[in-house]
Nanobody, 121 residues
């Protein structure tokens, strides 16, 4: 099996920064795309940023210029650097990864358990 474990959430003031990490572990043969999503109270989950196996990134308009996604291939980890945080960035942040496991050799999407980010003064 494959597990995704997020860390780095918490409370930040408007204008502040946080860095989220998501490490994949388990029976991993390879990882394709990885990404970050968020869900604010009463709203649907939305994509924040994604990164392909080749390193191409896609960032939501709402966070463009403030958030940066990156990955460490050796550590099977994806990061989300969040700068200039705004109260509307508050929500639960989830990472996901498209993983091909060693056995059985199937490709499926896994999700982390989520980490709370609260931006408030």
């Amino acid at each position: 099996q494959v597990q995704l474990v997020e860390s780095g959430g918490g409370l930040a003031q408007p204008g502040g920064s946080l860095r989220l990490s998501c490490a994949a572990s388990g029976s991993i043969f390879s990882i394709n795309g990885m990404g970050w999503y968020r869900q604010a109270p009463g709203k649907q989950r939305e994509s924040v940023a994604t990164i392909t196996r080749g390193g191409s990134t896609n960032v939501a308009e709402a966070v463009k210029g403030r958030f940066t996604i990156s990955r460490d291939y050796a550590k099977n980890t994806v990061y989300l650097q969040m700068n200039s945080l705004k109260p509307e960035d508050t929500g639960v942040y989830y990472c996901n990864a498209d993983v091909r496991s060693i056995y059985p050799s199937v490709l499926r999407t896994y999700w982390g358990q989520g980490t709370q980010v609260t931006v408030s003064s």
